[in-house]
Each structure stands twice: as C-alpha cells, then as structure tokens.
C-alpha cells in the first residue's frame, strides 16, 4: 500500500525547486504545479471525507454487497485545487513579457500587454468556476433535468462573450460532398455557430454524467478524453504557426492540471471506491473539455472524441426524453452467485419446478372432480393435507438454499475480516497511517467477494411507453443492442435500461464492477486512436 503522505511530503520539495528552476518556461511551471495539485488532491480527499460525510453528503455504493456508505461530491475537492492551481500559475504564464518590457515601452498609451490572451483565460477560469458552483448545487439540492440544462448555458457565456470579441469567426468550411449542393466551400453560420458552441458546452457537462453509475467510469473516461487531447496538443505544438501554437499551448495550460487532480480522485474513486466524486466532477470535468474545445478551436475533433457519450445519449434518448419508463437509478445493479456448487442449484431447482408442475397438476385434476361432483366448494381433507405437505417441502428447499447463502455470505465476511488483519500485522512494521488500513482492509474485502459478486444489466417496464418508445426499442432489439423480455403471447413486457453500461453486460455477460469499468476506458480509449485516424488520416476525404 503506498503511503500517500510520505510520497506528498518527499516530492513537494522537488517540485518546488522544479518551479523555481524553470521559472522561464511557462510549459515546465505549469507541469511542476499540476504535480504539486495532484499530490494535494491526493492528500486532501482522505482528509475531508468525514467532513463531507457529517454534513450529510453521503451515499450508500448500492453495487456492492454490503452496500457502505461512501462520502459524495468529492469533485468538489479536485475542482478546488484545481482552480487554486490555474489562479497561482497566471504569473508564470506572462512572466516572459514582464522580464522583457521596461517602463517606456508604450504602444498607443498602453503596455504592449497581452490582454486577449490573458482575457481568455480568465474568462475559461471564470466559466469552469461557475460550472463547479453550480454542479454543486445539483449535488445539495438535487435540481430538475430542465435545471441541468440550462445551468451549462450559463455558465458558458463569459468564453461566449471572449470569443466574440476576439476572434468572431462564424464561418465553417463546407464538406467536399456538400459543395455542388451549396455552390460554395465556406458558410458563414452567423448567430447560429454561437448557439452549436454553447450547445457544445451543454452537452459536454451532461455527457459525462449521463455515462455514470460504477466505481471509477465518471473520472477514468475524462482522464482518456483529456490525456487524448493533450497527445494531440504536444503533437503540433511545433508547427511555425504563433497562433496555432498559442492554440496548443492555452489548451495544455488547461488539462495538465486537470489530468493531475483527476488522477489523483482517480485513485479514490476506481474500484473497491472510497469516495464518490458526483455532479461536481462531472459538471466541471465536462465544462473543462468545452473550453478547451470552443477556444482552442477543435470542436470537431472534440466531437470525435466524444463519440462514446453521443452513441450513449442517442441510445439513452428514449428514455431520457420519457418514450420508455425511466428510473431513477439506471445503473448495473449487482448480483451474487450461489454459494452451493452448481449441480446441488440444479437439483434443488429442478425439485421445485417439478414439485410445482405436480401441484398444479394435482390441482386441476381437483377441480375437475369437484366440479363433476358439484362439489367445489369443499375439499377433502387428505387433499389439503397433501398440499400443504407439498408447499411445506418447497419452502423447506427453498429455506435451505437461503440458509446456505447466508452462512457462505458470513463465512466469507469472517474470513476476509482475518485475511485482512494477518495481512495488515506482517506488514506494519512501524506507525501507518489510518486511511491506509481502511484502504488496505477495502481491498481485501473487495478481493473477498470478486468471486462471487458480479454485474448484471438493470431493466425496466415496457408498461406505459409510447407507441414510438416501443418501436425504437424493437429496432434496438432487432439489430441487437437490447435485451427484451417477452410474455407467453410474445408481448414486449421489459427491456435492460439503455445505457451504454448495461449494454456492455447485455453484450458480454456478466462482469465484476472493475472489469466493466475497464471495458468502458478501453472503448474510450480505442474511440480515441480512431478519432486521430479519422481527423489526420481520413480528413482529406473530406476537406482539401
């Protein structure tokens, strides 16, 4: 178990000294403080979990088995060294026109300042501020979905209004395809390109959160998103273009930060979870990556990176916009295998459906000599007798089975619970630190139960959807993407929840809660090798 703090308290001097030796380089500070934010975040989400939890912001992890109850919004903590880390590093991002400029150099009046520069970024601070405030604010009160989409739009208007006034480029260049049936190769879009970018920045904060629900997906799926772009970023900073490399350069500013802290959450948050990072994060994670978009000028790349959360939302819609029921959680729910070994299940079950078949027949054998004897009404005693006997062996199997499983479920607690201890005794040698027990003793009772809790796709009714709602799903099904539970008349009757976690369990089978996590990054993270593919390799299909 690595001892966070020891860690934190050896590398902060290191990094310090980093700071101060290439206090010229703004790309360097800002790496050395995006480290120092890491290790802060790392230090600080242990730290404030009591508090969190005292001020009831708490939640019970419903997809384990003892379901414990786990500090929420900790993406507060990240967002907040986060933006404590962005506000220290304004000075070294400028510190270059400082050491260069002198008391007579005006041009106009005025310092040769980079103020469009500087406006840009504080109206990128000044937005993911508002975004962390407000998701926040969803955490503690729980705000309506029409809230959540208004919130983004808001919060988005100070790099609306930046953007407007220093760059007020409106046009898009028209697809090779579409070119005979425009006649032209550039279309100003005007007011509407300002409505697709602040769509954009809606979209992106709610994106994250809709792809949610297990330990880990919210920050792992940001972290791939975020380390892609800043491939992409370091990839061409270098191309002889200032502009193009102030681009670059503003973005990176940005992320490096932002992969820090949530690298850090990360570890809180991945699998056998201690925390839960909530709206805070995913609002902010989300908001993040729209500013990056809208003023680093890639939008379209974004999308392409994004494609995972557009496929989870267009496949989610009926759902969300309420043409099939909708819960309120619609994540995996968790699942246990039997404790009894397979052939003693099958047995049992096959005792119970035979017994069963045998009532029901014995029963209507019953009422067919009652009703010839007009005698319905009364049943012998030796009948009743028997029934009751037959419903007595059922439930003396079915007892039997529950017994079993709690005595396997208390055998496995007991045993985990001294696993962990022996393990914990060898090796503590000296003082260890609290949080590291707790996090020691969490993954040997995760490592426990690996074996026999695992996920399984949540479903919903079909009772009360629209005529439309049905139709979609039965595309769904057709081209196999849902899985639709039929009564004997072949009636639609229940669907898995549609998202893109459960479809994962429909298409896979069953998966613990780590392996489904690690199914999603590596979707994420394949979406983005062909996101590059398709936006340098492919492009030119599309746009010379």
């Given at each position: 178990?690595?001892?966070?703090?020891?860690?934190?308290?050896?590398?902060?001097?290191?990094?310090?000294?980093?700071?101060?030796?290439f206090?010229?380089?703004p790309?360097?500070?800002?790496?050395?403080?995006?480290?120092?934010?890491?290790?802060?975040?790392?230090?600080?989400?242990?730290?404030?979990?009591?508090?969190?939890?005292?001020?009831g912001?708490?939640g019970?992890?419903?997809?384990?088995?003892s379901?414990?109850?786990?500090?929420?919004?900790?993406?507060?903590?990240a967002?907040?060294?986060?933006?404590?880390?962005?506000?220290?590093f304004?000075?070294?991002q400028?510190?270059?026109?400082?050491?260069?400029?002198d008391?007579?150099?005006y041009?106009?009046?005025?310092?040769?300042?980079?103020?469009?520069?500087?406006?840009e970024?504080?109206?990128?601070?000044?937005?993911?501020?508002?975004?962390?405030?407000?998701?926040?604010?969803?955490d503690?009160?729980?705000?309506?979905?029409?809230?959540?989409?208004?919130?983004?739009?808001?919060?988005?208007?100070?790099?609306?209004?930046?953007?407007?006034?220093?760059?007020?480029?409106?046009?898009?260049?028209v697809p090779?395809?579409?070119?005979?049936?425009?006649?032209?190769h550039?279309?100003d879009?005007?007011?509407?390109?300002?409505?697709?970018?602040?769509?954009?920045?809606?979209?992106?904060?709610?994106?994250?959160?809709?792809?949610a629900?297990?330990?880990?997906?919210?920050?792992?799926?940001?972290?791939?998103?975020?380390?892609?772009?800043?491939?992409k970023?370091?990839?061409?900073?270098n191309n002889?273009?200032?502009?193009?490399?102030?681009?670059?350069?503003?973005?990176?500013?940005?992320l490096?930060?932002?992969?820090?802290?949530?690298?850090?959450?990360?570890?809180?948050?991945?699998?056998?979870?201690?925390?839960f990072?909530?709206d805070?994060?995913?609002?902010?994670?989300?908001?993040?990556?729209?500013?990056?978009?809208?003023?680093?000028?890639?939008?379209?790349?974004l999308l392409?990176?994004?494609?995972?959360?557009?496929f989870?939302?267009?496949?989610?819609?009926?759902?969300?916009?309420?043409?099939?029921?909708?819960?309120?959680?619609?994540?995996?729910?968790?699942?246990?295998?039997?404790?009894?070994?397979?052939?003693?299940?099958?047995?049992l079950?096959?005792?119970?459906?035979?017994?069963?078949?045998?009532?029901?027949?014995?029963?209507?054998?019953?009422?067919?000599?009652?009703?010839?004897?007009?005698?319905?009404?009364?049943?012998?005693?030796?009948?009743?007798?028997?029934?009751?006997?037959?419903?007595?062996?059922?439930?003396?199997?079915?007892?039997?089975?529950?017994?079993?499983?709690?005595?396997?479920?208390?055998?496995?607690?007991?045993?985990?619970?001294k696993?962990?201890?022996t393990?914990?005794?060898?090796?503590?040698?000296?003082?260890?630190?609290?949080?590291?027990?707790?996090?020691?003793?969490?993954?040997?009772?995760?490592?426990?139960s690996?074996?026999?809790?695992?996920?399984?796709?949540?479903?919903?009714?079909?009772e009360g959807?629209?005529p439309?709602?049905?139709?979609?799903?039965?595309?769904?099904e057709?081209?196999?993407?849902?899985?639709?539970?039929?009564?004997?008349?072949?009636t639609?009757?229940?669907?898995?929840?549609?998202?893109l976690?459960n479809?994962?369990?429909?298409?896979?089978g069953k998966?613990?809660?780590?392996?489904?996590?690690?199914?999603?990054?590596?979707?994420?993270?394949?979406?983005?090798?062909?996101?590059?593919?398709?936006?340098?390799?492919?492009?030119?299909?599309?746009?010379?």
């Open positions: 178990m690595i001892n966070y703090k020891r860690v934190t308290a050896g590398l902060s001097p290191v990094l310090l000294a980093l700071v101060w030796q206090r010229d380089e790309l360097a500070v800002c790496t050395c403080v995006s480290a120092l934010a890491g290790l802060a975040t790392w230090c600080l989400v242990p730290a404030t979990i009591s508090t969190f939890k005292r001020v912001l708490s019970a992890d419903l997809s384990k088995p379901q414990p109850v786990l500090a929420e919004s900790m993406g507060m903590v967002a907040t060294v986060y933006l404590i880390a962005t506000f220290l304004i000075p070294a400028f510190r270059n026109w400082w050491a260069t400029q008391s007579g150099s041009e106009h009046g005025s310092y040769k300042f980079p103020f469009d520069r500087l406006g970024y504080l109206s990128a601070l000044l937005s993911l501020q508002s975004m962390v405030f407000l998701g926040f604010a969803d503690v009160f729980d705000l309506r979905w029409r809230f959540k989409l208004l919130l983004p739009t808001i919060a988005s208007i100070p790099v609306l209004i930046v953007y407007y006034v220093g760059y007020g480029v409106t046009h898009v260049v090779v395809f579409m070119r005979p049936w425009l006649g032209t550039i279309v879009l005007g007011t509407l390109y300002y409505v697709y970018i602040g769509l954009m920045a809606v979209f992106c904060t709610n994106a994250i959160n809709i792809l629900g297990i330990n880990g997906v919210e920050v792992g799926q940001s972290i791939v998103i975020a380390l892609s772009i800043i491939v970023d370091i990839a061409n900073v002889g273009n200032i502009e193009a490399e102030y681009q670059h350069l503003f973005t990176l500013y940005l490096l930060p932002f992969v820090a802290v949530s690298c850090a959450l990360y570890y809180w948050n991945v699998y056998p979870a201690r925390v990072v909530g805070t994060y995913c609002y902010f994670a989300g908001m993040t990556f729209a500013v990056c978009g809208i003023l680093g000028h890639f939008s379209k790349t392409l990176l994004f494609v995972p959360q557009i989870n939302f267009l496949y989610s819609a009926p759902q969300i916009f309420g043409l099939v029921p909708c819960p309120r959680h619609r994540l995996p729910r968790m699942a246990m295998e039997s404790p009894l070994p397979r052939a003693l299940v099958a047995r079950q096959q005792e119970i459906e035979s017994d069963n078949s045998a009532g029901s027949d014995t029963g209507s054998d019953n009422v067919a000599t009652y009703a010839a004897n007009d005698n319905v009404d009364s049943q012998p005693d030796d009948d009743q007798q028997s029934q009751e006997s037959l419903s007595g062996r059922i439930d003396g199997i079915r007892r039997t089975i529950s017994i079993a499983m709690m005595s396997f479920a208390k055998a496995k607690s007991l045993k985990s619970k696993s962990t201890a393990s914990s005794s060898s090796q503590l040698a000296g003082r260890r630190s609290r949080s590291s027990s707790n996090r020691a003793g969490a993954n040997g009772s995760a490592h426990a690996h074996h026999s809790a695992y996920m399984v796709p949540s479903r919903t009714t079909l959807a629209t439309l709602g049905l139709s979609i799903v039965r595309l769904y057709l081209v196999g993407i849902a899985d639709v539970e039929r009564d004997e008349h072949g639609m009757v229940g669907v898995n929840n549609l998202t976690l479809l994962v369990l429909v298409r896979s998966l613990t809660e780590s392996q489904l996590n690690n199914r999603i990054l590596m979707i994420q993270a394949a979406n983005s090798v062909l996101a590059f593919i398709i936006r340098y390799r492919l492009s030119h299909l599309f746009y010379f």
